[in-house]
């Protein structure tokens, strides 16, 4: 059996994790972090995870870092997952919306933190199912965005498992909207064009970022701790117009961490807006203990 790692390579990889995803592994889940790390390590040729560490604390560039970063990350997802977000888009949401947007026919939807496309996609295949019609003209940017380059490239391939599929996608969009390749299914070309795949780290500054209709950002805040929601809720309230959605995740909330935000109680579900009435506190700010790990010849990183 592979050696664990001692606790202070532990504490090593969780502070990369954390500086660069803003991800708080919890030290109780030590035995994950073990696990994945001796897949990553003999992936990158290395006996133990504990040498992937000793190379990590000597190379340089950021190339190994965000290796580490994205063998750590949970990327699960699936279609229409949680059912109810998308009755709401389908009943509530977007009838409301598409009738507000009627003038400027533009309709901007943005998936963050979109792992393998399944949510970005689901989306789309709404649109397609539902709205057809009314959105004919219609300029309709839907961007998937994620840390992780791996999960990004099986979106953008939109090739999945017949586990994958089996998964939320109701079967009649699994015969209209795939076809089977081998033993995988692959999302009909006219639908994968409709979304954009980018890698994006939620840390990063919203400037690219356009105005947002429709923000999905589920089933990421919880990995992060206070400051970092904080900090990246206020850049989510800046980019999403004021009679937007932002939809979280079913363990997610703004409350007691941004109060900028209105709950919006929908019929199937919840989702937030920004408050009209909010005037700026300054933003939150994340402090480094990478930094505190680290030589400060700052030549290693
Ligand atoms: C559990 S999945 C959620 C996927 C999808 N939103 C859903 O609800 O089904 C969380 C995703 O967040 C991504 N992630 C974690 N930290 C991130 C960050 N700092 N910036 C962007 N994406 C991040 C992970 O790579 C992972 O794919």
Redesign the pocket.
Known sequence: MAPKLNKTDSEFIRAIVHEK???VLEEKKSYLVDSRLNTLARRLGHDSSARLVEALRTTFGRGLQDKVVEAL??????FF?DVHPFEGLRTQILPELLKRRAAEKRLTVW?A???TG??PYSVAMLLREHFSAQLAGWSVKILGT???TQ?IDQAKAGRYTQLEMNRGLPAAYLIKYFTKHDADWVLNDDVRAMVEFRT????DPFTAVPPCDLL?M???LI?FDLNTKKMILDKVRRVLRPDGHLFL?GAETTLNIDNGYERVAGNDTTTYRPRSSWSDAAPASRVSKLATLLPTSGDRL
């Open positions: 995803a803003g991800i990350t949970t990327n699960e997802t699936s997952r998936c933190a979109s792992s399944q949510e994620d840390l992780s999960v994006f780290n939620l840390l999905l589920r089933n990421v990995y995740g």
